[in-house]
């Protein structure tokens, strides 16, 4: 499974999606036949980026939502601040700022909490560059219609 995952990172840091989805669909499939919650917990991840990269924001945000609760159950600190910075993006791009800086304060204590002092840095000036209006989504974030 591990290799299928990597593949489809691949694939999807590529901007091949539809070939990224069928992968990670895959990984989805097999990672609930095998109780492997961090698998799914990764599918619904990458499929939640690769939503959001075609600009289907209501999926993106279901997916994320889906992998944060995982990670919420399973005490992982790193898949919950990772799932909630991509809400927030979603929420940015929906241009709901407020919900997006909450979703980032609680990404940044996440990462705290996980011990990752660097990503919870790195999370705290992407967010004020993205909220203070500093650096637009579009500039961090491919987004294209499907």
């Not at 799914?40 to 609760?69: M, P, Q, T, V, W």
Request: glycine fraction near 6%.
């Amino acid at each position: 499974m591990r290799d299928l995952v990597i593949a489809g990172r691949d694939a999807w840091q590529n901007e091949e999606y539809e070939h990224a989805r069928a992968l990670f669909e895959r990984v989805l499939e097999l990672a609930r036949a095998a109780g492997d919650r961090f698998g799914e917990c990764a599918a619904y991840h990458f499929l939640g980026n690769i939503a959001f990269n075609e600009c289907r924001d209501d999926e993106s945000r279901r997916l994320h939502l889906a992998a944060l609760k995982i990670a919420r159950a399973e005490g992982d600190e790193q898949g919950i601040a990772t799932s909630l910075g991509s809400v927030a993006y979603v929420e940015i791009a929906d241009g709901d700022l407020k919900a997006a800086r909450r979703r980032y304060d609680a990404a940044i204590d996440a990462y705290e909490k996980a011990g990752m002092s660097e990503a919870a840095r790195s999370l705290r000036d992407k967010a004020a560059d993205l909220l203070d209006g500093r650096v637009r989504l579009e500039d961090l974030v491919l987004r294209r219609p499907a």
